[in-house]
C-alpha cells in the first residue's frame, strides 16, 4: 500500500518516533511516499515547490494516511482532513498521555493505535499493519475504478 505519513515537522518534532513508524511501515511491505518527513531536520525545496500542492496530491495519491496525533500539529491536521475528505482509510497513533482535540477523538472512521512507549509503539504498529488488509476496507478498494488487488 501507499501510505503517506503525516507527522510534525516545524514544531514538535520527533525524529526518533517518526524514524521508527517508517520503519515498521517499510518493514511490513508498504510504500512510504511522504519520505521527507525522515530530514532530520525540514529541508527546504526549491523554490518552484509549493509544499502545501505537493503534500496535499500525496495524500490524494496515496492508499492509506498514517498520522502521529501525539503533539499537536496544524500541518497533520489538515493532512488528516484531506485524507478524509478524499475517503482515505486514516490510521491516527498517539501516546496514551497525549490529549487530543475531540475532532480527532470523535473521527469515527479511523483506527488508532494507542502506546505508552517506543517498544509498545512498535509491537502495536508491527501488529496492524504486518496483517493482511482489512476485509472491509479490501473490498471498498476493490469497488474502486480502475483498482485490482491481483
Not at 518516533?17 to 531536520?41: F, N
Request: hydrophobic share 40%; proline share 4%; charged share 30%.
Amino acid at each position: 500500500m501507499r501510505v503517506y505519513l503525516s507527522v510534525p515537522i516545524s514544531v514538535n518534532k520527533c525524529p526518533e518516533r517518526t524514524k521508527l513508524i517508517a520503519d515498521v511501515l517499510v518493514e511490513t511491505g508498504h510504500d512510504l511516499i511522504s519520505e521527507w518527513v525522515l530530514d532530520e531536520i525540514e529541508v527546504q525545496p526549491d523554490e518552484n515547490t509549493n509544499i502545501y500542492y505537493r503534500d496535499i496530491f500525496a495524500v490524494q495519491t496515496s492508499d492509506l494516511l498514517v498520522a502521529d496525533v501525539t503533539t499537536p500539529s496544524t500541518g497533520v491536521g489538515m493532512e488528516i482532513m484531506a485524507a478524509y475528505l478524499a475517503g482515505k482509510k486514516i490510521v491516527l497513533i498517539k501516546n496514551k498521555e497525549s490529549a487530543l482535540s475531540r475532532m480527532l477523538v470523535d473521527m469515527e472512521s479511523a483506527d488508532w493505535i494507542e502506546y505508552e512507549d517506543d517498544e509498545s509503539l512498535a509491537l502495536k504498529l508491527e501488529s496492524y499493519f504486518a496483517k493482511p488488509l482489512h476485509k472491509k476496507f479490501r473490498e471498498d478498494l476493490l469497488r474502486a475504478p480502475g483498482v485490482s488487488l491481483r
